[in-house]
T-cell receptor
Framework: NAGVTQTPKFQVLKTGQSMTLQCAQD?????MYWYRQDPGMGLRLIYY???????DKGEVPNGYNVSRLNKREFSLRLESAAPSQTSVYFC???????????FGQGTRLTVV | ELKVEQNPLFLSMQEGKNYTIYCNYS?????LYWYRQDPGKSLESLFV?????AVKQEGRLMASLDTKARLSTLHITAAVHDLSATYFC??????????FGDGTTLTVKP
């Protein structure tokens, strides 16, 4: 039972480079999320998708774009990476209506 | 803007002792979640509290929700080393997205 799968697990980027973080879930969830976790700041929502075909900004969307490719997949793109985007990124999914979220294993991103 | 505040943020306790972690939130919600995160790992759901007065227990952990006071507690009974982790509370908003507290890092010492 894979649950929520994120790739890659680790990444080092140079300032200005771009990359896409991939996320896929096999739980037939409608809602998917991207969070970033920084030390001492909990998790902050970057973008979310309530259903296939819809995406909305969260608390910290600047510098990111997302694509809800289909019901299973939700990708996060950094167009021009900055050191401030060094963080651990978590993808999550849930059923609609406020159920708990299931998280991927995280991507540790360092921008130098 | 919804604010979720946990306290304490850091907790060091001896094995066998009891303690309570508090989670306060600033807007009306009838549900709240608790998650556990081990160092370097992802978050795992611990408790789902779906109504006022809800109480859930698993092993040495018990969570409760008072929606009128906008307060949830996570009580630890007779702590053991395996409980060392960071615990997050989260309050769901529209479309299922949640606002997380900053987490309470618990260290249980022998």
């Amino acid at each position: 039972n894979a649950g929520v799968t994120q790739t890659p697990k680790f990444q080092v980027l140079k300032t200005g480079q771009s990359m896409t973080l991939q996320c896929a879930q096999d739980m037939n969830h409608n809602s998917m999320y991207w969070y970033r976790q920084d030390p001492g700041m909990g998790l902050r929502l970057i973008y979310y998708s309530a259903s296939e075909g819809t995406t909305d900004k969260g608390e910290v969307p600047n510098g990111y774009n997302v694509s809800r490719l289909n019901k299973r997949e939700f990708s996060l793109r950094l167009e021009s990476a900055a050191p401030s985007q060094t963080s651990v990124y978590f993808c999550a999914s849930s059923y609609p209506g406020g159920t708990e979220a299931f998280f991927g294993q995280g991507t540790r991103l360092t921008v130098v | 803007e919804l604010k979720v505040e946990q306290n304490p943020l850091f907790l060091s306790m001896q094995e066998g002792k009891n303690y309570t972690i508090y989670c306060n939130y600033s807007t009306t919600s009838d549900r709240l979640y608790w998650y556990r995160q081990d160092p370097g790992k992802s978050l795992e759901s611990l408790f789902v509290l779906l109504s006022n007065g809800a109480v859930k227990q698993e092993g040495r952990l018990m969570a409760s929700l008072d929606t009128k006071a906008r307060l949830s507690t996570l009580h630890i009974t007779a702590a053991v080393h395996d409980l060392s982790a960071t615990y997050f509370c989260a309050v769901p908003l529209l479309a299922g997205k949640s606002t997380f507290g900053d987490g309470t890092t618990l260290t249980v010492k022998p």
